[in-house]
């Protein structure tokens, strides 16, 4: 856990905190993602659950299903639905114990989890074209639940929440705006309701999302704990410091706004302890745990920004992370599909760690049913919040599209087979390769390396689905590298006009 960068990533991202008050139907029997508008899973046994007094018969009733049970001894209750279709029309969900709960307009169609950091929380209105797209926004098909951040020393059985809101002009502009395109996408291409379950929290690490049970199985833990252990000696000191220091630096942002002045106070690092974002399995507990087990077709996953530096801790914590997740859901192999970095300096184009941080990611890619959307043409060197969110959510929604709904069109870009020495040159071969194009004059963003292991930029030619790359200062290259830097300047696509992904051929 590298708390600095954490520190420095929840400053630009404060603001995402802030929540809409909505008054939200079903808050004492039923479980925190029921509220009117809801989307159910299509094709799925349906889960229906809550609380009650032990003993108490309830009936759960929608569209001509009718299903009953009674309050076990420790309150708890639940029902399954059988699947159903998909159906916009939105209908009636009753519940009826001592007393009668109905939820409205509830519609079936296909629903998603979406979770990470700030950049799945930034919100439409703050997207590039966001102003325009809330103004038009007119879409009943796609409805948004925020979950709002609760972060729980252990697993909780309920959240807060947002009530699902069908996207209008009124109530678009507070969605995730990844979550948004994405499932605005997919409501066009299927012509099925769409619903997000938004569950993220910016500047957060990825331990915050792993079960601490599990992460106190990983290679990883010894290091975090250690962290960790320094972090709660001080915590009770800088707890009752803080409210005093936030306060003061939030009086001197204001007269910097209004004064243009710069605001010469250093900005107060929030406590890290129990109770907050950064404890281990902290946002698993208080924002995983109450929404298992909705029936959900997958989850969509931008995080990885704060475990820079550490990228082979990640490629350890991601994939125990999914398997973690779809063992508690008990719904099988959901689809995970997740967002590789894009480009972004980081103060050093040239340097590698977010390079290290991509491939990472990758290693998810061993496991079944997960896809991934490659976004490093539309980052923003200088900006860790790249504000263009369009494009990643319909790459979110291609990769669904083909692999998930198994739909006829192509879901990735061209993705590395393999390297061929041909003479003083390497041919590169691709998957997903068909009308390999460059939108420059050139196809930048190649390196090679002879046996002394040192990189030069190369030159490269596409040829059919292959890449013909070539360097003077390697006449005898044995490695290559595509992407392999914070921030390239890459253009290689397919006939799809998806960027191909970085890779590299060597471990060095």
Request: with cysteine.
């Amino acid at each position: 856990m590298n708390l600095s960068r954490l520190f420095s990533l929840s400053l630009a991202t404060s603001a995402l905190a802030v929540i809409t008050p909505h008054v939200c139907l079903a808050e004492i029997m039923l479980a925190s993602p029921f509220t009117d508008h809801a989307v159910l899973q299509r094709d799925l046994p349906i889960p229906i659950w809550g609380h009650g007094t032990a003993g108490e018969k309830i009936t759960v009733t929608f569209h001509d299903q009718k299903q009953q049970t009674t309050v076990a001894p420790d309150g708890r209750w639940s029902v399954n639905l059988s699947p159903m279709p998909a159906d916009a029309r939105g209908a009636d969900l009753s519940i009826i114990g001592q007393t009668t709960i109905i939820l409205h307009d509830v519609v079936v169609g296909e629903v998603w989890l979406a979770s990470g950091q700030s950049n799945m929380e930034w919100p439409l209105n703050l997207a590039w074209n966001g102003k325009e797209e809330v103004a038009n926004a007119n879409l009943p098909l796609v409805r948004h639940l925020r979950i709002e951040h609760s972060p729980a020393d252990s697993p909780a059985t309920a959240v807060k929440t947002s009530c699902w809101q069908p996207a209008t002009s009124e109530t678009a502009g507070s969605f995730t705006a990844v979550g948004y395109f994405f499932a605005n996408a997919l409501a066009a291409k299927l012509n099925v309701p769409v619903g997000i379950i938004h569950s993220s929290w910016g500047g957060t690490p990825i331990e915050s999302w792993l079960a601490e049970p599990v992460l106190r199985t990983t290679k990883a833990w010894p290091r975090f704990n250690a962290e960790w252990q320094v972090a709660l000696k001080v915590f009770p000191e800088k707890q009752a410091d803080y409210p005093a220091l936030d306060a003061a630096w939030r009086k001197a942002d204001e007269v910097s706004r209004a004064t243009g002045k710069p605001n010469t106070l250093p900005w107060p690092h929030p406590p890290i302890g129990p109770g907050t974002a950064y404890a281990p399995g902290g946002l698993f507990n208080g924002m995983i745990a109450p929404l298992v087990p909705y029936a959900i077709r997958g989850a969509l996953w931008y995080q990885g920004e704060s475990n820079v530096g550490r990228a082979g801790e990640y490629a350890e914590l991601f994939p125990a992370m999914i398997r973690d997740w779809r063992k508690t859901w008990g719904q099988g192999d959901f689809y995970l599909l997740y967002v590789q970095l894009p480009n972004y300096a980081d103060g050093n184009a040239s340097g590698r760690q977010w390079a290290e941080l991509r491939e990472a990611q990758n290693a998810a890619l061993k496991l079944p049913a997960v896809g991934v959307a490659i976004t490093i043409d539309v980052g923003e060197p200088g900006n860790l919040h790249p504000t263009n969110k369009q494009p990643v959510g319909e790459r979110l929604a291609a990769e669904a599209e083909a692999s998930v709904y198994q739909l006829p069109l192509e879901g990735s870009g061209p993705t590395f087979e393999s390297a061929t020495r041909e003479r003083s040159a390497m041919r590169v071969k691709f998957t997903h390769a068909k009308n390999l194009f460059t939108r420059q004059d050139s196809v930048p963003g190649f390196e090679l390396a002879g046996s002394d292991r040192v990189f030069h930029a190369a030159n490269a030619v596409i040829e059919g689905e292959t890449v013909i790359v070539s360097s003077p200062d390697v006449p005898a290259p044995v490695a290559v590298r595509y992407a392999w830097t914070n921030s390239p300047d890459v253009s290689l696509y397919n006939g799809a006009q998806l960027p191909a992904a970085p890779f590299r051929t060597d471990n060095w």
